[in-house]
């Protein structure tokens, strides 16, 4: 006999039994979501200037932020890269990333390219890794960093300062809304890692001493784009 068919009592089978049930409960499957109040969950209410939020959020958990215009990117690029000699860039071609390598080269900085060697090998060399963002959360001052054809691994793990260049457009207010977005794109655009980024890299000892930079950048800092 059948699982569909096995009695659940004397005479009863399981389809009549669970149907039973339903009708008792009034349910004609299985329930729905509890309701929940998104002023409970979501921090960063409609209508909020998400570039402010970020920044502050961002500043909070120590990164160094900015606000810049796209006329005024490339000064501010150069302001920061005065006393550099190598970086690694890792960012989608673009207005942006010709503004990098523009200034990168007219400093004379060497541009280690990261493809020459496997893994995260080459990024030690540099002492910047430039990086655009696939989002910034606002909500948490995060930035939001995927792997691909442009981009490394290592570019924002590796070398003792990471800067991130993010549009404002790139900026979401919370996960809730990062996440939104997973389900429509197919699996292949899908990146092979993510990494949500949340200030400098810091550890402790077992007496609690935060030392900063000892497993990944020591200086954030990020240039967002209005």
């Given at each position: 006999m059948s699982n569909d068919t096995a009695p659940?009592?004397?005479?009863?089978?399981r389809d009549v039994f669970v149907a039973r049930i339903r009708a008792q409960l009034d349910a004609s499957g299985?329930?729905?979501?509890?309701p929940s109040d998104s002023k409970l969950v979501r921090r960063v209410e409609d209508g909020a200037d998400l570039v402010a939020e970020f920044a502050s959020r961002a500043t909070e958990a120590g990164?160094?932020?900015e606000t810049v215009s796209p006329a005024t990117l490339r000064a501010q690029l150069a302001s920061r890269l005065d006393d550099v000699k190598r970086v690694t860039v890792s960012m989608s071609p673009g207005p942006r990333r010709d503004a990098v390598i523009d200034v990168v080269t007219t400093l004379g900085i060497e541009i280690i390219d990261w493809r020459?060697?496997?893994?995260?090998?080459?990024?030690?060399?540099?002492?910047?890794?430039i990086t655009d963002v696939a989002a910034a959360v606002a909500e948490t001052g995060t930035l939001v960093l995927s792997s691909g054809e442009h981009h490394s691994r290592g570019a924002f793990m590796v070398p003792p300062r990471h800067l991130?260049?993010?549009?404002?457009a790139a900026i979401v207010a919370d996960l809730v809304d990062l996440l939104a977005a997973e389900p429509g794109r197919p699996p292949h655009e899908r990146p092979a890692a993510t990494v949500l980024v949340s200030g400098?890299?810091?550890?402790?000892d077992i007496e609690g001493i935060l030392i900063t930079g000892v497993h990944g950048p020591g200086r954030v800092e990020v240039l967002v784009v209005v």
């Open positions: 659940s009592g004397p005479g009863l089978s299985p329930p729905g979501p509890p990164m160094a932020v020459r060697a496997s893994g995260v090998l080459a990024h030690y060399d540099a002492d910047v890794g991130a260049i993010v549009p404002r400098p890299s810091k550890t402790a």
